[in-house]
């Protein structure tokens, strides 16, 4: 059974190609910074930012203290970690995955 997103669309189909075609990061950046503004790309990345710290187990204080972020922010974050699609944990398990102790 695949994931069927409530968000997709022909619009968005087309954007995550276009995503999945980029083969490193000097082409993540030429691409995002023709399709984002600055604050948007920031806006992204520190929610990234936020949910591997939230995975870390880091307090909110913690969180709004490192990355800048609004607490409406790191609870937007954690209710995708514990009810959301699932995509911050595919990402954070294969991009940065925790070290076995």
Request: negative net charge; contains cysteine.
């Amino acid at each position: 059974m695949s994931y069927q997103s409530r968000f997709q669309n022909p619009l968005n189909d087309d954007l995550f190609e276009a995503i999945l075609a980029l083969e490193n990061q000097e082409e993540c950046y030429r691409f995002f910074e023709d399709l984002c503004t600055v604050a948007e790309l920031h806006s992204l990345a520190q929610r990234l930012v936020v949910a591997k710290l939230l995975d870390e187990e880091e307090t909110y204080a913690q969180i709004e203290e490192l990355t800048g972020a609004s607490s409406a922010t790191i609870s937007r974050v954690k209710k995708s970690l514990q009810y959301g699609a699932d995509g911050y944990r595919l990402v954070l398990d294969r991009a940065f995955p925790k070290e076995q102790s």
